[in-house]
């Protein structure tokens, strides 16, 4: 069974950096595309950040030029390096595939939490 287990979540200021990190057991990210999801307060989970097999990635309009996704095959993790953050980037994010699948297990998540 894959599993994730996300880290690397805490308070920030606006303006701020924050690297995430989620190690992935159970898969290898050359069998599928990741990528990184959040869900703020009363809102849907939302997929913010991919990488596929090939290594192309893919961002969601809201982050795009301020978050970058990257994995390391060695480590089996994948990296979210979140800058400029801001209190619209306040939530808990996750990793998983790409392509949820049918039965997906989400782990724990970590809480970015934006605040001044």
């Known amino acids: 069974q894959v599993q994730f287990v996300e880290s690397g979540g805490g308070l920030v200021q606006p303006g701020e950096s924050l690297r995430l990190s989620c190690t992935v057991s159970?898969?290898?990210?050359?069998?599928?595309?990741f990528g990184w999801y959040r869900q703020a307060p009363g809102k849907p989970r939302e997929l913010v950040a991919s990488?596929?097999?090939?290594?192309?990635?893919e961002y969601a309009d809201s982050v795009r030029g301020r978050f970058a996704i990257s994995r390391d095959t060695t480590k089996n993790t994948l990296y979210l390096q979140m800058t400029s953050v801001g209190p619209e980037d306040t939530a808990a994010y996750y990793c998983?595939?790409?392509?949820?699948?049918?039965?997906?297990?989400w782990g724990h998540g970590t809480q970015v939490t934006v605040s001044s």
């Open positions: 998983n595939y790409r392509t949820l699948r049918p039965n997906t297990v």
């Open positions: 159970g898969a290898t990210f050359s069998s599928d595309a």
């Open positions: 990488v596929f097999k090939s290594g192309v990635k």
